[in-house]
């Protein structure tokens, strides 16, 4: 084998299983353009994967065997001549093994590295699934708190939106808790507003649904001072507006204040 060609053999069973960097496949695919020993290498490696990969006891095919033998021979590792057909035979498992080795530990790498990956994308979804299930824990939490009054909002329809404002006298908060809400197109978003007694809608938070028609938003202030009447939810753009610039889309009176 040439030299430029003897650089690349070892790489030879890592390409057969597709295992090389871009670069490196790069490189070697130009060698092996113009070497005909590099060609028969992928070739063999290949042809050995595919038996191996079957997974039944490997019988390798009877040309396979030849080039193997041949190519143990080539190489010295014991002569032909001397050999008894124990000999013979310990040469063509010889042959085969250092190759299926070869093929074994690549595959072996790649199958770990595959798992890997695989465990580190179960590791994030059950991060998030904890995030989730704390975030839920704490919502509970502050809906227990004593001082939360529930306040419904509701609107008109077969299948209507529903809102649940839950509002902290005590500590001057709401969380807004949405259902079959559908989500508001580009560009715009749901408001929630907080009707005093005296005066004109409060603008507070812009929130969205998600694609179920779900939505959570918590931690909303209510200004102190303000005897709070009721809530009522329009449709705004997306960055919120001083004042409603449509109709309202539900709304809901507190019990008591």
């Known amino acids: 084998m040439s030299d430029a060609s003897s ?3 070892d790489l030879a069973p890592a390409y057969a299983l597709g295992a090389l960097s871009p670069e490196e496949a790069r490189a070697f695919e130009v060698a092996l353009a113009t070497s005909p020993e590099l060609q028969r290498e992928v070739a063999e490696y290949r042809e050995l994967h595919a038996v191996l990969a079957t997974g039944a006891p490997v019988t390798p095919p009877a040309a396979l065997r030849e080039r193997l033998l041949a190519r143990v021979a080539a190489e010295k590792m014991v002569p032909l001549r001397d050999q008894n ?7 063509i498992l010889l042959g085969l093994g250092v190759a299926a080795s070869t093929l074994v530990a690549l595959g072996l790498g790649l199958r770990v590295r595959t798992l890997g990956e695989q465990l580190a994308v179960r590791d994030s979804i059950l991060a998030v699934r904890e995030q989730r299930l704390a975030q839920r824990e704490r919502t509970l939490n502050s809906i227990l708190e004593p001082g939360v009054e529930l306040t419904v909002l509701r609107s008109t329809g077969d299948q209507p939106p529903l809102i649940q404002i839950f509002r902290d006298k005590l500590k001057n ?9 559908t989500p508001a197109p580009a560009g715009r978003a749901y408001q929630l507003w907080i009707l005093p007694k005296v005066g004109n809608p409060i603008p507070s938070r812009v929130f969205n649904s998600e694609a179920d028609g779900h939505a959570l938003a918590e931690g909303i202030e209510v200004p102190t001072g303000v005897t709070v009447d009721g809530f009522a939810i329009t449709q705004e753009p997306a960055s919120g507006s001083p004042q409603p610039t449509s109709a309202i889309l539900l709304y809901g009176k507190v019990a008591t204040d």
């Open 173 to 181: 908060r709401v969380i807004v808790h949405a259902f079959r809400l």
């Open 7 to 9: 650089e690349f053999r």
């Open 85 to 91: 057909p124990r000999s013979r035979l310990f040469g």
